[in-house]
């Protein structure tokens, strides 16, 4: 499709809904609304959470294809009917009945509504290696990559005591699997924690990881504080999930707070707390991979399609 410019003239239109977010959630809504013949613009600043991944798995029909492909396909898809897509960032929205959303490259359109679907960032442990190799051979969620690293020895790095539920998660996938607590002490894990494990068959290595070794551009180890290597092809991380929520907190979204961050209250359509704006994907959560973004905007789009046809009929009724 074709991308309008940040430095491409576009005025200050108005559009039935301005999507933030140019993800699978984003795209998806997109979609339905341009289907929908609902006039729709979609703002993208080009930076998918799962960027650093080579393929996605899962989504039916999709399964294996990469990311970026994955959104190429999505962008020219909406083109299809009408959506238009810019480059940009909206810095700031505000309401006076209808929304005015600001970019940054200094244009300002009208909306009547808003999906936010502006996703999340991961913000990895800070160990030399793990951000470089992040999406590669340093994985974070098994039922995105487990398959394809499959039965190789995996380790897990600790970034708190729920470590352990990922840790034996991954033994799904290999029967080789080691626990490093990096900064957790031996200490903070129960009881039952150290039974499962056991059960499991993963083994629990205490002390600070200091580095990962890579040979031949490839993970071949982890490294502690003391010295000790421990081989291994491939290493779990949880990163820390940090939504962008700056958008919603200015509308004034009720947020919840969450282990995993605090994300926006909202209905089962993805309705926040703020009448007119919906939010999907990784805005309402740190688990929603794509198949579930996709299936959010899909429902925060129909509903808005409704809502902006009762809005009008009421309107014609009683003006």
């Given at each position: 499709?074709e991308?309008?410019k940040m430095?491409?003239?576009?005025g200050?239109?108005?559009?039935?809904v301005?999507?933030?977010?140019?993800?699978?959630?984003?795209?998806?809504?997109?979609?339905v609304?341009?289907?929908?013949?609902?006039r729709?613009l979609v703002?993208?600043?080009?930076?998918?959470?799962?960027?650093?991944?080579?393929?996605?798995?899962?989504?039916?029909t999709?399964?294996?294809?990469?990311?970026?492909?994955?959104?190429?396909?999505g962008?020219?898809?909406?083109?299809?009917?009408g959506?238009?897509?810019?480059?940009?960032?909206?810095?700031?929205?505000?309401?006076?009945?209808?929304?005015?959303?600001?970019?940054?490259a200094?244009?300002?359109?009208?909306?009547r509504r808003?999906?936010?679907?502006?996703?999340?960032?991961?913000?990895l442990?800070?160990?030399?290696?793990?951000?470089?190799?992040?999406?590669r051979?340093?994985?974070?969620?098994?039922?995105?990559h487990?398959w394809?690293?499959?039965?190789?020895p995996?380790?897990?790095l600790?970034?708190?005591?729920m470590?352990?539920?990922?840790?034996l998660m991954v033994?799904?996938w290999s029967?080789?699997?080691?626990l490093?607590?990096?900064?957790?002490?031996?200490e903070?894990?129960?009881e039952?924690?150290l039974?499962?494990?056991?059960a499991?068959?993963v083994?629990?290595?205490?002390?600070?990881?200091?580095?990962?070794?890579?040979?031949?551009?490839?993970?071949?180890?982890?490294r502690?504080?003391?010295?000790?290597?421990?081989?291994?092809?491939?290493?779990?991380?949880?990163p820390?999930p940090?939504?962008?929520t700056?958008?919603?907190e200015r509308?004034g979204?009720?947020?919840?707070?969450?282990?995993?961050?605090?994300y926006?209250?909202?209905d089962p359509?993805?309705?926040?707390?703020?009448?007119?704006?919906?939010?999907a994907?990784?805005?309402i959560g740190?688990?929603e991979?794509?198949?579930?973004a996709?299936?959010g905007?899909?429902?925060?789009a129909?509903?808005i399609?409704?809502?902006l046809?009762?809005?009008?009929?009421d309107?014609a009724?009683?003006?």
């Amino acid at each position: 499709m074709e991308v309008v410019k940040m430095n491409e003239t576009f005025g200050e239109e108005t559009y039935d809904v301005v999507v933030v977010g140019g993800g699978a959630a984003g795209l998806s809504a997109a979609l339905v609304l341009g289907r929908a013949r609902q006039r729709t613009l979609v703002v993208d600043a080009g930076e998918p959470r799962n960027a650093p991944s080579s393929h996605m798995q899962g989504y039916l029909t999709r399964d294996g294809m990469a990311p970026a492909e994955f959104l190429a396909l999505g962008r020219e898809e909406i083109a299809r009917y009408g959506v238009r897509l810019v480059r940009d960032r909206v810095t700031d929205v505000t309401r006076d009945g209808d929304f005015t959303v600001a970019l940054d490259a200094g244009r300002t359109v009208r909306a009547r509504r808003l999906v936010v679907a502006t996703g999340l960032r991961d913000e990895l442990p800070a160990v030399p290696g793990v951000a470089e190799r992040f999406g590669r051979d340093v994985l974070h969620c098994p039922f995105c990559h487990g398959w394809e690293v499959r039965d190789q020895p995996f380790g897990v790095l600790a970034s708190s005591a729920m470590s352990v539920h990922q840790a034996l998660m991954v033994s799904q996938w290999s029967k080789d699997v080691t626990l490093f607590l990096h900064r957790v002490a031996e200490e903070e894990l129960s009881e039952e924690d150290l039974r499962r494990l056991a059960a499991a068959g993963v083994g629990v290595v205490p002390g600070e990881v200091a580095a990962l070794e890579i040979e031949d551009d490839r993970l071949t180890g982890v490294r502690l504080a003391d010295g000790t290597a421990h081989t291994r092809s491939v290493l779990f991380v949880a990163p820390r999930p940090v939504p962008r929520t700056g958008l919603l907190e200015r509308l004034g979204a009720e947020l919840t707070e969450t282990p995993f961050g605090a994300y926006p209250v909202v209905d089962p359509t993805g309705l926040t707390t703020v009448p007119g704006v919906w939010a999907a994907g990784n805005a309402i959560g740190f688990a929603e991979q794509v198949v579930h973004a996709a299936s959010g905007g899909y429902r925060a789009a129909a509903a808005i399609v409704g809502d902006l046809l009762m809005s009008d009929l009421d309107a014609a009724v009683t003006g």
